[in-house]
């Protein structure tokens, strides 16, 4: 029984550490997908990343229809990465775990 509540309380204490920052890592599943500086693939290129490299997603936004997937990964870095291509876990694209990115209009 102590076993399983030190691991419980390890695994919790990981969890915490892993998104303290306000951000959520997932594997990118594309071989090769570009970052780009808004969520549309008419958006600038600004890098690119690999199958299997771990991205930080802070929000997701609605952008361009990718593969029937609308919504749009907001990295850490400041670039969008098509959510089609990032194992969130959640095929139909929108993660209820990750916030809606914000839109400030002024």
Known sequence: MSKILLILV???????????D???????????????TGPSTS???IG????GDIVSVVCQSLG?????DPY??????????????VKTGY???R??????CEINEE
């Open 95 to 100: 993660d209820p775990n990750i916030p809606l």
């Open 43 to 45: 958006f600038e290129i």
């Open 64 to 68: 361009e229809n990718v593969y029937g």
């Open 91 to 93: 095929r139909s694209g």
């Open 10 to 20: 390890a695994l919790i204490a990981a969890t915490l550490i892993t998104f303290a």
């Open 72 to 85: 749009w990964n907001a990295l850490e870095n400041g670039g969008f990465i098509t959510d089609y291509y």
């Open 48 to 51: 690119v990343v690999h199958k």
């Open 22 to 36: 306000g951000s959520f890592n997932f594997p990118v599943t594309g071989s090769t997908v570009n970052v780009r």
